[in-house]
């Protein structure tokens, strides 16, 4: 296991499809995060897992977003009814847990929606 | 709310200058602070960690230091070369704010041979 692994790493899909990301973190790692980045933002933070739970969502993750991580392994980033502005990176990080504990962050996925 | 900074947004150098980039945050109260290289259209790549209770990381040619007290963490590159161009993300983790990273802007950084 050499990272936290994203697939696809590229979509284009039309405006009004539904799209579908998945992200394999790190294996010992019990922690999932998802972010979004815009071009020449910073990532945003859009929910966080532990195990299978998903514990914390942001404002951003609109009720077309809808995020998943069954049996607290790979987890699954779904957008329905995408939209021009849905256009950004996904980034997916895993992490350990405790206080002192860093973040690892896959190649992302770039999401085009035309 | 935290506020993360990155000043400047962009920086170009001639190669072998040493490059600082600056990181600033309104709350003092973090877990760490966390440095990131990301390559055009590519992930991020962890650089270094700062836990809160210490006040420089140091790797190769790279290092950052954590001014908790006044909310500033500053990356040295030294000899600063081509391959070192890229964009660099500082990243705080928040006691207040559990688990997530909240990032600046980034620093664009071209490095001219």
């Known amino acids: 296991d050499t990272g936290v692994s994203q697939d696809p790493r590229h979509k284009i899909t039309k405006r009004g499809q539904n799209v579908t990301f998945r992200c394999d973190p790190i294996s010992e790692h019990n922690r999932l995060y998802w972010y979004r980045q815009t071009l020449g933002q910073g990532p945003e933070f859009l929910t966080y897992f532990q195990n299978e739970a998903q514990l914390e969502k942001s404002r951003l993750l609109s009720d077309r977003f809808s995020a998943e991580r069954p049996k607290g392994s790979f987890s699954t980033l779904e957008i329905q009814r995408t939209e021009q502005g849905d256009s950004a990176m996904y980034l997916c990080?895993?992490?350990?847990?405790?206080?002192?504990?860093?973040?690892?962050f896959g190649s992302g996925t770039r999401l085009t929606v035309v | 709310k935290q506020e993360v900074t990155q000043i400047p947004a962009a920086l170009s150098v001639p190669e072998g200058e040493n490059l600082v980039l600056n990181c600033s945050f309104t709350d003092s109260a973090i877990y760490n602070l966390q440095w990131f290289r990301q390559d055009p259209g590519k992930g991020l790549t962890s650089l270094l960690l700062?836990?809160?209770?210490?006040r420089e990381q140091t790797s190769g040619r790279l290092n950052a230091s954590l001014d908790k007290s006044s909310g500033r963490s500053t990356l040295y590159i030294a000899a600063s070369q081509p391959g070192d161009s890229a964009t660099y993300l500082c990243a705080v983790r928040l006691k207040a704010a559990g688990n997530k990273l909240t990032f600046g802007g980034g620093t664009r950084v071209l490095v001219k041979p």
């Open positions: 700062i836990q809160s209770s210490q």
């Open positions: 990080a895993s992490g350990t847990g405790g206080d002192g504990y860093g973040y690892t």
